[in-house]
């Protein structure tokens, strides 16, 4: 069931992508452009996107467990480190650039455009390296990420 709700929920996400015209590169490098014929329209995406995802977490946290997990998997960091800087800012670069990023990419493979599957592969490529080498470049000493236990987090009724 995890696995099928996995696929159903990407192919809303790649639906949202097709209807909001988010898979067009040319959208996004508009609402970039400040200063020439800029586009709003990624503007209302993300902030549809950024009220239904609220929305979403905030009803996943008054419930005592997942409905396809046996227990929430929470982030346990809330640190702004080198890594997520220079991933960030290495997104953004990116992004601006090419005016696609990895899910709008996914959506437009389909269509077997040479610079979209270029971009896939390259983008695998990063992937692939920062498992296989980019841990040891930031720290010795990472962590692996762990589950939380939610039964000692304050819920909503807690105050």
């Known amino acids: 069931m995890p696995l099928l709700a996995s ?3 990407g192919l809303i ?3 949202g992508l ?3 015209g988010m898979t067009d590169p040319q959208k996004v490098l508009g609402f970039l452009d400040l200063f020439g014929a800029w586009d709003a329209t990624l503007a209302f995406v993300m902030a549809g996107a950024v009220a239904v995802a609220a929305t979403g977490f ?3 946290r008054q419930r005592t467990a997942p409905a396809f997990s046996a227990r929430f998997l929470w982030p346990d960091r809330n640190d702004i480190d080198a890594p997520l800087v220079a991933g960030a800012v290495l997104f953004g670069i990116g992004w601006g650039l090419a005016g696609i990023c990895p899910g709008p990419a996914l959506v437009n493979l389909a269509g077997l455009s040479l610079p979209i599957v270029v971009f896939v ?3 695998l490529a990063g992937m692939i390296g920062q498992n296989l ?3 040891n470049l930031w720290r010795r000493d990472a962590v692996a990420p762990h589950t939380i236990d939610t ?3 304050p819920s909503r009724a807690d105050g």
Do not use: H, N, P, T
Request: with cysteine; charged share 5%.
């Open 7 to 9: 696929f159903v929920c």
């Open 13 to 15: 996400f790649g639906a």
């Open 18 to 20: 097709l209807i909001s």
């Open 58 to 60: 905030a009803i996943a």
């Open 121 to 123: 592969v390259a983008m």
């Open 133 to 135: 080498f980019g841990k």
């Open 151 to 153: 039964a000692s987090l």
